[in-house]
């Protein structure tokens, strides 16, 4: 089992910046990726970026390319997004998720099934 407790959404004006952290605990020995989804109530989850958690590459969905940065601290097992440029059309709730089936092609990194563990979620609201 992988616990994943995450921090640092809240409020901001478009332009702003705000970095998302995600805590992982248990048994982080068995992640092989982690990713952030975003998800407005009621509609699906819309994945934003995952990073392989061995080799640190980075995948972006296109809408947040250049200006959000996934990295990864392998010490302290977190996870981090830090947003910048932030625009009204990115308030979501934000979820970090851990991938422990080494299912870590690009197109399974950007699939909600492939993760196995979730977060509870960090709501970020831009104001324009």
């Known amino acids: 089992q992988v616990q994943l407790v995450e921090s640092g959404g809240g409020f901001v004006q478009a332009g702003g910046s705000l970095r998302l952290s995600c805590a992982a605990s248990?048994?982080?020995?068995?992640?092989?990726?982690m990713g952030w989804f975003r998800q407005v109530p009621g509609k699906e989850r819309v994945f934003v970026a995952a990073?392989?958690?061995?080799?640190?590459?980075?995948y972006y969905a296109d809408s947040v390319k250049r200006r959000f940065t996934v990295s990864g601290d392998n010490a302290k097992n977190t996870v981090y997004l830090q947003m910048n440029s932030l625009e009204s059309e990115d308030t979501d709730n934000y979820f970090c998720?851990?991938?422990?089936?080494?299912?870590?092609?690009?197109?399974?990194?950007?699939?909600?099934?492939?993760?196995?563990?979730w977060g509870q979620g960090n709501q970020v609201t831009v104001s324009s």
């Open positions: 248990g048994r982080t020995d068995s992640m092989y990726a």
């Open positions: 998720a851990a991938e422990t089936r080494h299912l870590t092609t690009v197109v399974a990194l950007m699939m909600v099934p492939t993760y196995d563990y």
């Open positions: 990073i392989s958690w061995s080799g640190g590459t980075t």
